[in-house]
């Protein structure tokens, strides 16, 4: 294990009509100008619109509106909100949404603070945020665990750049999650949301770092339940507590805690990002793609890890001194659920073909040399991942 | 699962050489005067005494001194502290110790600024504390949790009452946790501390509260890992990794993660303070006493959380269709882990006979008729509990 320190002070507040002490807990931040940042429609088709603007009523707040966020969401909107949020003197970003909203308004609330561009902090990891405004969360999409992470990833549409910044000060204060919100999330969301969960699970799951038992523990038991519940969902779309389990272990799976005394891997994350940012489609889908084929490409430097993984989560019971075959046999079955979730798993079942692949692996490791931390991954072999996905 | 708020703000600073860290985190805080509260010479043998004063000095802050916590801390010393933080000015506590020193600190911390005499507030549970000063640790015995916990447990040596109170104003700001400081415990403080933290985690598993997959899988793989680590600390009580693991699972097993969407029990932790208020037992040996003999009595008011227990902690595999075979060889093989530690599993064992037990079952439940969640448990039902423990 190595050192690390954890510290999360997002409150969360769960369970059925929680949505209503929204203007409560904005108001005990200290919130008089409330930014009501959404995405499309579905906030007001689905009622939760109304039920948020009654409560910030309630508390007796002031809010502007800045809807449209994409997913993917775009820097113009972001520089749009920073411009809105100094003219109109507002002290407080309510994101209603997803991570693509929340992940805006994080980067909304740093922006108005900083003192520079908020696109230099994106772009320059020596460029540290030192402060933002207080965020708070109206969760609808369980999947991005940006209600309680300190992350915020942003696409600058000049030159289909994604990219991320980290610090304490974006984590949110508050975040509201009510399960019966996510009823009306259309399948593919879904699917998406529950493949961006595992993905961060087996992000901080395949680590070089020794003696991380009770850490590997938890994550496994996170992997079991997001494989597990999954499914249900897609059936059952209206069942509670399929749906309460699915929100509160995205939140936890990534906010750190199963992250402690680890260094994750993030390669996947990363090469994902170079094809949602390249073609626009789903994180988790891009995720149901790379995952495969990094773990074709990576498992050898370290195949004691992966067979624990393939016994421990996937139940594969081959015998052990067998472990390509352990492997092979635990990326069939992880293929087997990501199609059972309608996801792609192959790039051409998302209608890509081979012809950019040379240029995003040339992306992926600009300004950094390799990407991942369990393998050290070139641009060679970042463009061998993405061959291994065709 | 049901509706709930997760709310831990402490931070967590964790690893090798971290103690040094602490007059910084102090600071941070605001501290200008700390109250250095310790135990007993421990610390100050084993050289963290010195270098916790260093890291006090180094950041510039002022100190005044409270030694002499006892194990089951006493209300006298808390009232001693009380006064000593009025007089001089105090605006910080520090806690160096385990459970006993932290809690005692968050007595006093509540002390200080409450209305009326602390000790009122954990007799009278309708009175809520509602500020503290900030509290500190560094932890030197992984087993309360209270490092990040909002809990503190009080004995009043006048009449041997032990009693608790809870509020987040009790939450440490924040938690240095070396690992290393924990080499020098004596085998019998191991047990104990490992003793403790699987009874916060089974006291949080076994709820009536249905669907609480996820929460289940964190605790069982909680379970997994004390069960797994605690012998071998025993064995090696050097071995950095394994007091790691240990460590860092004594904190999460009482920040209230795992308990959070589930209605915990704690009938056994009533139980237990009773006899430790009566006969002065460490608090893990006094649970290794009644956790066996509480399962033997309530386990058939839902014997399939059990049955689930049974075969996912402790492996039990015995035909599905004799559940009663199944607990009772599950008990069997806890008894044999708590031995294996060196704990009493009987009240003989820690020198205890029956002649009290009436008497205890009688304060177990004062003031509120029943204690426990999973199965009610009058005043009988106790009495009953301490017969099967002889």
Redesign the interface.
């Known amino acids: ?18 949505e209503s002490e929204t203007g409560r807990l904005a108001k005990e931040c200290g919130a008089t100008h409330v930014l009501l940042h959404y995405g499309g429609g579905s906030v007001k088709s689905n009622g939760l619109y109304d039920k948020i603007v009654e409560s910030l009523r309630d508390a007796g707040l002031r809010f502007t509106e800045l809807g449209g966020v994409k997913p993917n969401p775009r820097l113009s909107l972001v520089r749009e909100g920073i411009s809105l949020c100094r003219q109109e003197g507002i002290d407080f970003i309510l994101a209603v949404g997803g991570g693509s909203t929340i992940d805006s308004a994080k980067a909304i609330a740093a922006g108005v603070v900083a003192g520079r561009d908020i696109w230099d902090y994106y772009m320059d990891g020596s460029l540290k945020v030192e402060g933002a405004l207080p965020v708070g969360v109206v969760l609808t999409i369980p999947a991005a665990g940006s209600e309680s992470s300190d992350s915020s990833v942003v696409t600058n549409e000049e030159g289909d750049y994604k990219r991320y910044i980290g610090s304490r000060h974006l984590i949110p204060r508050f975040a509201v999650l009510d399960p019966e919100v996510t009823f009306s999330m259309p399948p593919a969301q879904i699917a998406n949301g529950c493949s961006d969960i595992l993905a961060h699970l087996m992000e901080r799951y395949f680590t070089r770092t ?2 991380v ?3 590997d ?2 994550l ?3 992997m ?2 997001v494989l ?2 999954g499914p249900l969902a897609m059936k059952n779309p209206c069942d509670y ?1 399929v749906r ?2 699915i929100m ?2 995205g939140t ?1 799976a990534h906010n750190n ?1 199963l992250g ?2 680890r260094i994750g891997d993030w390669g996947s994350h990363d090469i994902e990002h170079e094809l949602s940012a390249m073609y626009d489609i789903a994180h988790g889908a891009g995720l149901a793609i790379v995952f495969p084929a990094w773990m074709k490409y990576a498992y050898k430097v370290h195949r004691v890890k992966f067979v624990q993984f393939a016994t421990r989560v996937f139940d594969v019971s081959l015998p052990l001194d067998d472990a390509d075959a352990i492997v092979a046999e635990m990326i069939e079955r992880l293929e087997g659920w990501y199609r059972r979730m309608g996801l792609p798993v192959r790039l051409p079942d998302a209608g890509i073909g081979s012809d950019r692949l040379g240029q995003m692996a040339a992306r992926c490791v600009e300004g950094r040399g390799t990407v991942g931390n369990f393998m050290k991954l070139s641009e060679s072999d970042v463009a061998a991942i993405y061959a291994l996905a065709l």
């Open positions: 294990m190595v050192n690390f320190e954890y510290y999360n002070p997002a409150r969360i507040v769960f369970g059925r009509g929680t020794p003696h038992d009770f850490t523990r938890l496994e038991a996170s079991r339940t597990e519940n507590d309460a389990e509160w272990l936890i805690l402690a005394g």
